[in-house]
């Protein structure tokens, strides 16, 4: 006997107008979605999606979801998301694989050291639990990890953040994508924005390349893609598209139950479910749209890997893939709104810190959308930080990408 699977998300008629455009299939914009007709009563809302529902960076990532931060602006978002996970998956009555391994940031040398500190301080004093390890403490953490001083960088201690873990990347836009279509929420793949209507200096809709769309409130939410959709109200973001690569191995017996990350290495490294070893390195240095990868993070990896975790040496890597990361100098993201055109709203420039974030920002976003009232904790993400010279302090030196305005 056969059973047909029923769809988890509706397929709808794409109506003349809405109250709300998202422009963006993956978890911020679903997350917007979501929280829309959840908390606003405002269902009459329309996510379009080019290619399909976690297209992007929702489905090119590693899933990691922590709260480690290292500005005081970021870390009471990045808690209030982590403690969020558990309440989404009940109410969604979805699982999404959440595995609370903690992460472990590793140290090679004083001055990583004085920096962890400094994290764990900040962390500590907004109520993040983090903790500092010396170099035996981390080994009783991760009994592989190498801690000899025969290798290139050797380990001198590390920032232990126990809430910190991984989730399955697809099924959190699945459950996102159902949640928000059973609260009405239209769901349109395969289409494209072509251009923005701005009429007296307000959102008027937008032109897809299935018809026109009136709408009052328009969201970006187009993750590597964002530039090019601010581009059409005539904004230029101080956003760099960058390749960041990953990759998984054989699977392997459990071994590997925190996750573990060097900067100085520009590694990280966890252990899925179904046992393969999952690491990324850092971003390439050029900007491209392309989702290429190259021999050249795979001789990284496999090097950085085998020193600080030696068992890996002779394990296969089986797969490897690329995603897109927006990044802005100061490595924060830009949330914000109503400026210089009404109604057109932005959750975007996210890096490497998007999949962490997205149910979070999604509801900060739905409530700035919905009232018009940027909330408290958005604000220090605006745009015009850039232009007032306010970075956020996620690098220590902020980076100069080129004239933006």
Not at 99 to 117: C, D, K, P, W
Not at 229 to 243: D, E, N, T, Y
Not at 246 to 260: D, H, Q, S
Request: hydrophobic residues 40%; glycine residues 10%.
């Amino acid at each position: 006997m056969f059973f047909k699977k029923k769809p988890l998300w509706k397929k709808e008629s794409m109506r003349s107008s809405y109250d709300a455009v998202i422009i963006g299939g993956g978890l911020h914009g679903l997350a917007a979605a979501y929280f829309l007709a959840r908390d606003h009563g405002m269902n009459n809302v329309a996510v379009i999606e080019r290619r399909y529902m976690g297209f992007g960076g929702s489905g090119r990532n590693t899933s990691i979801v922590r709260a480690n931060q290292r500005s005081k602006e970021n870390v009471p978002l990045y808690d209030e998301g982590l403690k969020l996970w558990p309440e989404l998956m009940k109410e969604l009555d979805f699982n999404m694989m959440f595995f609370n391994s903690g992460n472990l940031n590793l140290a090679h040398g004083e001055a990583g050291m004085s920096a962890l500190r400094m994290q764990v301080a900040t962390a500590q004093f907004m109520g993040v639990r983090s903790e500092l390890l010396d170099a035996k403490q981390c080994r009783e953490l991760v009994p592989e990890l190498n801690i000899s001083e025969s290798i290139t960088y050797p380990v001198f201690g590390g920032m232990y953040h126990p809430p910190g873990g991984t989730l399955r990347h697809d099924a959190v836009v699945w459950g996102l994508a159902k949640g928000a279509s059973e609260r009405g929420v239209h769901l349109h793949q395969l289409t494209e924005v072509k251009r923005i209507l701005v009429e007296s200096g307000r959102v008027a809709g937008v032109e897809t390349d299935r018809g026109s769309i009136r709408a009052p409130r328009v969201l970006n939410a187009a993750g590597g893609y964002s530039p090019l959709i601010s581009a059409m109200v005539g904004q230029k973001l101080p956003v760099h598209v960058l390749p960041i690569q990953a990759m998984v191995t054989e699977p392997l017996k459990p071994f590997l139950n925190t996750l573990v990350s060097s900067g100085t290495y520009h590694v990280y490294a966890n252990q899925s479910l179904k046992g393969e070893i999952v690491t990324g390195a850092h971003m390439d240095q050029w900007p491209t749209y392309t989702n290429n990868t190259s021999a050249y993070y795979l001789k990284h990896q496999a090097e950085a890997l085998t020193e600080i975790l030696p068992c890996l040496r002779g394990v296969k890597f089986m797969r490897h893939w690329a995603g897109l990361a927006d990044m802005t100098p100061d490595m924060a993201p830009i949330m914000d709104g109503n400026d210089p055109v009404q109604g057109y709203y932005m959750d975007c420039a996210w890096g490497y810190f998007g999949f962490k974030s997205g149910p979070i920002a999604g509801r900060y976003m739905a409530r700035f959308m919905a009232t018009g009232e940027c909330p408290s904790i958005l604000k220090p993400f605006s745009l015009r930080r850039f232009e007032r010279r306010r970075f956020l302090g996620e690098i220590a030196t902020p980076v100069y990408y080129g004239p933006w305005n």
